[in-house]
């Protein structure tokens, strides 16, 4: 509504947007709510993480994700924003929706390990001894859970949801140079993990078809998108220096891709190349570039 200028409001009242999110929304609740009470993700292809570690390969809304709830939890918020707007509705019945969920999210999905922490995937499984049985993640020799790490679980950044604390271990492992912390952005897994690679294409299984195919990588490669969230979320907890390099990075990134390219591509490896498509060009997300320029690099 914001976003339509000083109209906004006018046009949101005239075409009945609020009783249009709202049905959305409760429609997600009905359909999309979890074991553990959290948003399940439909799949990696719907959300556009293609080959997330956390999603890709699972059965259709089996993952509670934490990407998903992190939107949940700015979509109520969003909801209550309107009702006060429009004066419609009671915003508190979604300001509390919103802090309840925050509340599970930080109670169920939050991993430390060591000096560093972050939000894992979480699956129900009938009949486990501990939540730990449904992290979504691999055993270890010595049978305990090693979680799946994704950028993914750090987005709850962008959505404010970490304690001060908390976003330090987050923020520690991001800005890591041997983990996510690339020479040009963020990478979409951690460099050291043995999942973690940045080939053009992944194979990932599709249950609804019944055989694997390509799509794209989100196991390594940088994309604009993620580089925007983690650099929003940064900013949100006071680390605007690092999240001003981010924007540099990204604006850098694409600059050298048309100059060598051509073009711009929808991801790209850690030596700055463009990763997908081979030829012409993608124009999407990857213009967050410009936002983050004008939102966190002024002047």
């Avoid at 570690?53 to 109520?76: C, F, H």
């Amino acid at each position: 509504m914001n976003a339509l200028g000083p109209e906004g409001l006018q046009w949101a009242k005239e075409h009945r947007v609020f009783p249009a999110v709202v049905r959305f929304v409760q429609f997600l609740e009905e359909h999309y709510t979890g074991g553990h009470g959290l948003l399940l993700t439909h799949s990696s292809r719907q959300s556009g993480f293609d080959s997330d570690i956390l999603t890709a390969g699972w059965p259709e809304k089996s993952i509670e994700s934490p990407d998903a709830n992190a939107l949940m939890v700015l979509e109520y918020e969003a909801l209550a924003g309107l009702c006060q707007k429009l004066g419609e509705g009671d915003a508190s019945q979604w300001f509390d929706k919103s802090q309840r969920l925050r509340e599970r999210i930080e109670r169920l999905m939050w991993w430390e390990d060591g000096e560093t922490g972050y939000y894992v995937g979480l699956r129900w499984q009938h009949g486990v001894a501990n939540l730990e049985g449904e992290i979504v993640g691999a055993l270890g020799a010595d049978g305990s859970i090693h979680p799946y790490r994704s950028w993914a679980g750090l987005l709850p950044l962008y959505a404010g949801i970490p304690s001060a604390a908390r976003a330090e271990q987050i923020i520690s492992g991001l800005l890591n140079p041997a983990s996510y912390w690339g020479p040009w952005g963020v990478r979409t897994a951690p460099a050291d993990q043995p999942y973690f690679h940045q080939a053009p294409r992944v194979m990932v299984f599709d249950t609804r078809k019944g055989h694997a195919g390509p799509v794209s990588n989100w196991s390594g490669p940088i994309w604009i998108l993620s580089n925007y969230y983690l650099a929003k979320g940064l900013a949100r907890y006071g680390h605007l220096g690092e999240a001003r390099d981010l924007a540099l990075k990204s604006t850098r990134l694409l600059v050298q891709g048309l100059k060598q390219q051509g073009g711009l591509r929808e991801c790209y490896d850690d030596l700055g190349r463009g990763l997908w498509p081979p030829k012409g060009t993608f124009l999407s997300w990857n213009v967050l570039a410009l936002a983050m320029l004008r939102e966190l690099s002024a002047g």
